[in-house]
C-alpha cells in the first residue's frame, strides 16, 4: 500500500483540503499519514480522515524517511517558512527524504518562482490527482 505523508502547518487547511481529495479518489487504497507542525493542523488533517496523524518536529523527522511520496506546500523544503513552525531540521529532513515529493507552489515566504504562472488552488488539487497520484498509482 502507498503511504502517502500529507505535511502542513497553522490551521491546516491545505494539508485538509489535500486528504479529502486523495481521499475522494482513492479511498483507502492508500495509507494517508498528517504530519503538522502544530496540533492544531494535524487535527483538522484527521478530521479530514487521515489514516494516522502525528505532530511537530520529531514526528516529521520519523516519518518523512518512511513515506513513499510527501504531498504539502513547497514551503516545507524551506527553513524557517510557515510563519516559523517549519524548522531547519524539518526542511532538511523533507528535502533529503528519498520519497517522490509533490509541492503546491504556495507560500506566504518572499519568493518568487520565474516563469511560474499561479492557478487557484483547487485546479491544482485537481492535477495532483489527475497528473500525479494517477501515475504513481498505476507503478505500484
Known sequence: MLKIAVIDGQGGGIG???IRK??????????LIALGT?????????????????????????NVFQADIIIG????VMANS?????????????ASSSAH???FPLFQEDLSLVGFKGQPFPHLLDALI?????ERMNHV
Open 16 to 18: 485538509s483540503a489535500i
Open 82 to 94: 510557515l510563519m516559523g513552525e517549519l524548522t531547519p531540521k524539518m526542511a532538511e529532513a523533507i
Open 38 to 62: 502544530n496540533a492544531i493542523a494535524t487535527a483538522a488533517m484527521m478530521k479530514a480522515k487521515a489514516n494516522k496523524g502525528a505532530t511537530g518536529e520529531n514526528a516529521i523527522l520519523q
Open 130 to 134: 489527475r497528473d500525479e497520484l494517477n
Open 22 to 31: 486523495i481521499k475522494e479518489a482513492y479511498g483507502e487504497s492508500v495509507e
Open 101 to 103: 515529493k509533490i509541492l
Open 73 to 76: 506546500p513547497l514551503s516545507i
